[in-house]
């Protein structure tokens, strides 16, 4: 069995990385790792979706995977989701990926432009190659979208609100999604709330209490799998 992870930065996965064995470290960005006895390969890609989307194709042009884990934290539109929780991001799209006309955005799928089977990939943005986990199986799904710009405007997050219906953004998470798709591979977009999305409040954003959760998680899906 060979595993990927996935995330944006180091801290994001740091409790889980320092129970684990470091077997090689090829680069700055990726690692070889023992993880509960799992071969698993950890790559840190930077903050945003071209970065992720580099780093995943460079290493998956030299690996072949079983499964691929993007871990990561999330700000949540729903207020309803606490803080900490950690959600299934089933479905995931680049909410800025389209056109605009005077004051209507288009989005891709309305521009008639005779797209290639991965960029319907990246706008249909549904998770289609599961990994069967139990504990992934009790996580809430949710549906986000991957963006450059967090939203920290109240015109911004209402009109993207009512175009997508998200309960959950990121800067990474669709084109994670949408590699692993045209690749084939076994995937899941796990992330743990840290904020919500609404003006700039960062003293109320909780990461420390989001890392823990995400952390413990992921410590709980690798064991299952």
């Known amino acids: 069995m060979k ?18 064995v470091i077997i090689e470290k090829i680069d700055d960005c990726f690692s070889h790792y023992r993880i509960d006895e799992k071969e ?3 790559m840190i890609t930077g903050i945003g979706m071209v970065s992720t989307a580099y780093h995943m194709g460079r290493i998956l042009g030299k690996y072949k995977y079983d499964f691929a884990f993007n871990f990561g934290i999330a700000g949540s539109f729903d207020k309803n989701i606490s803080t900490g929780t950690v959600v299934n991001i089933d479905s995931d799209v680049l909410s800025e990926l389209g056109a ?7 989005k891709f799928d309305q521009l008639g432009m005779g797209a290639s089977s991965i960029s319907k990939t990246l ?5 289609n190659f599961e990994i069967y986990s139990p504990v992934i199986q009790q996580l809430q799904r949710v549906k986000g979208i991957t963006v450059n710009s967090v939203h920290g405007n109240n015109d911004s997050i209402k009109k993207v609100y009512n175009l997508f219906i998200p309960d959950v953004e990121s800067m990474e998470g669709a084109a994670f999604l949408a590699i692993c798709n045209a690749e084939k591979i ?3 977009q796990i992330r743990s709330i840290s904020n919500y999305v609404e003006e700039r409040k960062k003293d109320n954003w909780e990461i420390e209490k989001a890392i823990k959760s995400l952390n413990d998680i992921a410590i709980r899906i690798l064991n299952s799998i």
């Open 3 to 20: 595993i990927l992870i996935v995330a944006a930065t180091y801290s994001e996965l740091k409790p889980l990385l320092e129970k684990a």
């Open 40 to 42: 698993t390969d950890v």
């Open 100 to 106: 605009e006309n005077g004051n209507e955005f288009l």
């Open 123 to 127: 706008w249909k943005g549904k998770n």
């Open 186 to 188: 076994k995937c899941a």
